[in-house]
């Protein structure tokens, strides 16, 4: 059972975790507490190298971070940000032995060509170039072994730290987001389900000229084995380095790539990570791994439309439907003042109808409202924040840092206009069940604190 959750597996994953970590956070205390020295530029290569090398949920984490400028100092940043699309891969042997399990002892003879080396190596897995019998240029993405207990061993870890950080800050309780990420962690295990996510997404943006989506070959895929065409593109760190007309409609482009599919049928990629996409010569975008999608009610993303109204207009009767639709309980009128500067921050580009930048001011601004809406919280007894939150916050932020990252300047509002204005909630929700089913997402339904 190599790839299932087992009891040796995840010995092993704590072993290695606390081995990697402790060494790290060791020498971070010695340079905090006790003024040591610390070389951070040597640090943050150490710190990717563990990360790359343990695999699975913590890169991730990495991953994210890197993603969210000012969220790290740049040495760790840079280092981190290399963890995007070349984490150290698994050699030939390993490839070899994995192929087998999943396709037979001839799954060679089921390609023309399949090269050795991994084209890109990630959190979860690796992908190797391939051509097809018939000559079609493929990208086969194989799963590490041990994968599940990897998962099982950082979840039991995240909900251990999750704990210690709630007895000294009651601002935010953390079960709900726990459960969903171990949710959303889980499914990405299944490879069948990122087809179906795959396929779902190929019919959402089928009318987007400008973003395309990887076909599944079936045939080629197992739950541990998902094989799909080859997208030609480049990074993404490559085209942010582009004069501003090509940076600004590569936005735009990931704009429709994300908020189409959620205004029109209620799902979100939560996981907008460098490496998860590439630029074509042409500005469009590549979306290329669908592990971490979520679907949501139609009465969700009608809150998301409501809030906007009601920070438009001030109208605070609306902001407070808004909150209750996505499952807040509770609030008093001072703590949907605090929520409401947040939303604020976040709206901000959304409200404001001229070019501009996502983010016009400098530094960390980001952080510094989130830190003092979060001490709010915190006076105001805390907040359970509902499990839809998770990875819709976490899409809207690496999101946001992506934009920062291309410095565009766009009117956010416009764009924002023309995928609200005929919006329709039973007509979302009509769309949503059929394109669940056409594609096959297995066991998919938008109710709240269940699966989507």
Known sequence: ???????????????????????????????????????????????????????????????????????????????????QANAPPMGWAFVRRRMQAELGPDWQRKFRSFEHGAAHAASLGQVHRATSLDGRALACKLQYPDMASAVEADLRQLKLVMSIYERYDRAITTEEIHAEIAERLREELDYKREAAHMRLYRLMLADEAEIAVPEPVPELSTARLLTMSWLDGAPFLEAAKAPAPRRNAIARNMFRAWYVPFYYYGVIHGDPHLGNYTIRADAGVNLLDFGCIRVFPAKFVAGVIDLYHALDRGDEALAIHAYESWGFHDLTREMIAVLNRWAHFLYAPLLDDRRRRIQEKEGAYGRDVAEEVHRDIRRLGGVTPPREFVFMDRAAIGLGSVFMHLKAEINWHRLFHELIEDFDAAELAKRQKQALHKAGVPGETPRRGARG
């Open 1 to 83: 059972m190599a790839d299932g959750d087992n009891l040796s597996g995840r010995v092993r994953r704590y072993a290695r975790v606390s081995t990697a970590m402790g060494g790290l956070a060791a020498r971070l205390a010695g340079e905090r507490y006790l003024g040591l020295p610390l070389d951070r530029a040597r640090h943050a290569s150490d710190l990717k190298a563990a990360l790359g090398g343990i695999k699975g949920p913590l890169m991730k984490v990495a991953q994210l971070l890197a993603t969210i400028p000012d969220a790290l100092p740049k040495e760790y940043a840079g280092e981190l940000a290399s963890l």
